[in-house]
T-cell receptor
Framework: SQKIEQNSEALNIQEGKTATLTCNYTNYSPAYLQWYRQDPGRGPVFLLLIRENEKEKRKERLKVTFDTTLKQSLFHITASQPADSATYLCALENTGNQFYFGTGTSLTVIP | KAGVTQTPRYLIKTRGQQVTLSCSPISGHRSVSWYQQTPGQGLQFLFEYFSETQRNKGNFPGRFSGRQFSNSRSEMNVSTLELGDSALYLC?????????????FGEGSRLTVL
């Protein structure tokens, strides 16, 4: 069955550093992968989508890479700020709008 | 434009009762999907509706059901509640075509079963 793993449950970094989060998947060949941010008690909010033919995607301080050979996506936040503290989820879409989510990585940016 | 609206935001039920949760998608979105989120299991797919038809269903027992109305609003129902059904139930709306981009989530309905 499809499996999505985000390699660490929690990540603490100093303000100003780059946070790197990992998403690995098995038994799946997604056409694209998405990243979401979730704050406590709130619904996830879409951040970025990267397609299988795109190696890298950027949006302001965010960067996502997608390696279909390694079956892995990396999510980077550069110049991190305390406001970036949240849980980050990666998601793959199965055929027909059935999304699989990783369990998330809780990021804490320390001032 | 207005986002995805879920009601109620919080509710407490006892074992054996049933519950109905409501979701109003973003205007123009025809796909509504439901997810259960718990600390141990993360976000798990329940089912997805498109134009009043259930297109996909996750691995949940038959006690979990849903429907979608002609205005795209959706409801999900859980019957014979169990303690393990305590969770945040999230609704998401989207355009509904494959590879059409992101999901827009509501704030969720927090269900506590006592």
């Amino acid at each position: 069955s499809q499996k999505i793993e985000q390699n660490s449950e929690a990540l603490n970094i100093q303000e100003g550093k780059t946070a790197t989060l990992t998403c690995n998947y098995t038994n799946y060949s997604p056409a694209y992968l998405q990243w979401y941010r979730q704050d406590p008690g709130r619904g996830p909010v879409f951040l970025l989508l990267i397609r299988e033919n795109e190696k890298e995607k950027r949006k302001e301080r965010l960067k996502v890479t997608f390696d279909t050979t390694l079956k892995q996506s990396l999510f980077h936040i550069t110049a991190s700020q305390p406001a970036d503290s949240a849980t980050y989820l990666c998601a793959l879409e199965n055929t027909g709008n059935q999304f699989y989510f990783g369990t998330g990585t809780s990021l804490t940016v320390i001032p | 434009k207005a986002g995805v609206t879920q009601t109620p935001r919080y509710l407490i039920k006892t074992r054996g009762q049933q519950v109905t949760l409501s979701c109003s998608p973003i205007s123009g979105h025809r796909s509504v999907s439901w997810y259960q989120q718990t600390p141990g299991q993360g976000l798990q797919f329940l089912f997805e509706y498109f134009s009043e038809t259930q297109r996909n269903k996750g691995n949940f027992p038959g006690r979990f059901s849903g429907r979608q109305f002609s205005n795209s609003r959706s409801e999900m129902n859980v019957s014979t509640l169990e303690l393990g059904d305590s969770a945040l139930y999230l609704c998401a709306s989207g355009l509904g075509g494959f590879d059409t981009g992101e999901l827009f989530f509501g704030e969720g309905s927090r269900l506590t079963v006592l």
